[in-house]
């Protein structure tokens, strides 16, 4: 299956359709009348239905299984054509199209068993998606893609020759895949001074985000929030609520991580941390939605 673990859960939301065609207005009648011999065809085609959504994932190999949070199932009779409308809903890392897809199509193969002793002229046609919401589609298009970052890597190792730098050439591709366009990557030690300095110096270059990786930890050297913090004219709690979070889904230790968030008049300013996956992890829970800061701070414009 495909690997959907650096995905964010999200309310997912599909509605499908399916559409029934009988051969004569007393099949319609008998539906109505609830006197199809096999029983109650609206009723036990829901049933089917629902039993038809939880196994999706036994029947489709490349689907995940997940939490099925919400199930509707619709009815629409229009002469000798019923509609059938499912909707699906989770809370989860992927969609639920199939699912809904999988439903309405148990749905209709249901009625189509269930009437056709009364009809031998059945048709199932227009099995399709109608619409779906939620994940990373529904908010691709609200960002702008005009914006600038430098990106800084804290670390008297990789400063120094020692050790090379992973954490910071990772946060770089991401940005890259966001469209945002790097104008500097730099590498200081952990000293105070030096975190401050490059922070202001951007700040006055009118850089929309400055990232640092490296720093946030426990150690004695680990000092680029308290570097930070003292500039910062507002904290954004969420972000940094965002990144622990999503990092102790996938590991026991995030939680020690001091990852911060903030604002310098309009410039982001990220603090993360200084491993490799700890810096991508770190990304991934909070980009691209993180963007949507610029439409508050700087307006909506598109290029």
Do not use: W
């Not at 409308?85 to 989860?92: G, Q, R, S």
């Not at 680029?224 to 230790?253: K, S, V």
């Not at 200084?274 to 691209?288: L, Q, R, V, Y």
């Amino acid at each position: 299956m495909v690997d959907i673990t650096f995905k964010n859960t999200t309310l997912r939301t599909a509605i499908a359709q399916a559409k029934v065609v009988v051969s004569k207005p007393e099949t319609i009648e008998a539906i109505k009348n609830n006197t199809v011999p096999k029983g109650n065809v609206f009723a036990m085609s829901k049933a089917a239905g629902l039993l038809g959504v939880k196994r999706t994932p036994d029947i489709l190999p490349d689907c995940h299984p997940l939490p099925i949070e919400f199930t509707g199932v619709e009815y629409e009779i229009n002469e000798l054509e019923i509609t059938v409308l499912f909707t699906v809903k989770t809370i989860y890392k992927t969609g639920v199209e199939v699912e809904a897809m999988h439903g309405a199509s148990v749905v209709a193969l249901n009625m189509y068993d269930m009437l056709k002793p009364i009809d031998k002229g059945i048709e199932i046609h227009a099995i399709k998606l109608l619409k779906k919401k939620g994940g990373k589609s529904d908010f691709k298009d609200t960002f702008r893609n005009d914006l600038t970052a430098a990106v800084v890597v804290c670390s008297d190792s990789i400063s120094a020759g020692n050790k090379e730098d992973k954490a910071g050439k990772a946060i770089i591709e991401k940005l890259k895949s966001c469209n945002v366009s790097i104008l500097e990557y730099t590498i200081i030690p952990d000293e105070i001074e030096a975190i401050q300095n490059k922070v202001k110096t951007y700040k006055n270059q009118g850089i929309d985000m400055v990232i640092y990786t490296g720093g946030t930890g426990l150690s004695v050297r680990d000092i680029t929030p308290e570097a930070l913090l003292p500039l910062l004219d507002r904290r954004i709690p969420g972000i940094e609520e965002a990144i622990r979070n999503y990092g102790q889904q996938r590991m026991p230790f995030a939680m020690l991580s001091r990852s911060i968030a903030g604002t310098i008049n309009n410039t982001l300013v990220l603090a993360l941390p200084g491993s490799t996956n700890g810096a991508k992890e770190s990304m991934d829970a909070i980009f691209p939605s993180v963007l949507h800061v610029f439409r508050i701070l700087k307006g909506a414009r598109h290029d």
